[in-house]
């Protein structure tokens, strides 16, 4: 299971971190993501770590703002967004999938388990 949280409304320039814990699965062995979903949209990939840490991946759009990061004691995966901008206004959900090759991290439908997701607003 995979328990989202840190979402809300934010004014355009500042930041928010989003959690995820994961229960029931080895951590190590899982690639952890964010995509996040604007209304009319469709889901879009933000962000990514592979298993063991072995790869990092972000969407161009959030390049140098947002940071992903895992504790492994925790079993949990944040993402840090710094400069918010109105266009980050979406629902975003966390992702795990086991053993994921490189080239398929920022696909969503590897995935096998979903967070539910958890609102972000950034007003202008």
């Known amino acids: 299971q995979l328990q989202a949280s840190g979402g809300g409304l934010v004014q355009a320039g500042g930041s928010l971190r989003l959690s995820c814990v994961a229960s029931?699965?080895?951590?190590?062995?899982?690639?952890m993501a964010w995509f996040r979903q604007a209304p009319g949209k469709a889901r879009e990939f933000v962000a990514g770590v592979r298993y063991s840490g072995s790869a990092l991946r972000y969407a161009d759009s959030v390049k140098g703002r947002f940071t992903i990061s895992t504790d492994n004691v925790k079993n949990t995966v944040y993402l840090q967004m710094n400069s918010l901008k109105p266009e980050d206004t979406a629902d975003y959900y966390c992702a795990a999938d086991r053993w994921t090759i490189l080239s398929a991290i920022a696909n969503h439908g590897v995935y096998d388990y979903w967070g539910q997701g958890t609102q972000v607003t950034v007003s202008s």
């Open positions: 029931g699965l080895t951590f190590r062995e899982y690639t």
